[in-house]
């Protein structure tokens, strides 16, 4: 066995691990809505008025597959979606770790981090293999807890 001594330093430099890790979130988000936010201004959403100051909740899982915002392919796995520079739009578009600057998880980078030493370690002996076949992200089926997706389907572990 190869053992590979991987730092946050040594991490750092690899990009495509990042974009990975943030495809990953975009298709299954952890959380079905953002924490609750206030509206900034007056809109109209889907036909339904909601009047400045109105308490909301986004929701998660749609933003992060919408046609309108990653394209058609919007289910598809493609890290390069986060390849710098990334665009405004994509930034936006984004809910991973919340949305702003000010309202983003406070442990988002030791999240980010602890995946990356992680996955680092672990791809580096290791490949992951669901055991069933999906087309489709969203028929990977998930337990539905109060506010948070688990992925309910089993992986296996092949040494390399």
Not at 39 to 52: C, E, F, L, R, Y
Not at 97 to 103: M, Q
């Amino acid at each position: 066995m190869i053992y590979l001594d991987f730092t946050l330093k040594s991490l750092n430099k690899i990009n495509y691990l990042d974009q990975v890790l943030s495809e990953c979130q975009r298709l299954c988000p952890i959380f079905m809505f953002n924490v609750p936010e206030f509206a900034s201004q007056s809109m109209t959403v889907g036909g339904v008025n909601i009047p400045k100051n109105t308490m909301v909740m986004l929701d998660v899982v749609s933003l992060n597959h919408s046609q309108t915002s990653w394209g058609n392919d919007a289910l598809s796995f493609r890290p390069e979606r986060f390849a710098p520079p990334v665009s405004p739009a994509t930034l936006k578009a984004y809910h991973g770790f919340g949305n702003g600057h000010l309202r983003r998880c406070l442990g988002q980078y030791l999240v980010k981090n602890l995946h990356k030493l992680f996955l680092a370690r672990l791809l580096s002996q290791k490949q992951i293999q669901l055991t069933v076949n999906h087309e489709n992200v969203n028929s990977i089926r998930r337990c539905r807890l109060p506010f948070i997706y688990v992925p309910d389907e089993s992986v296996k572990l092949v040494q390399l």
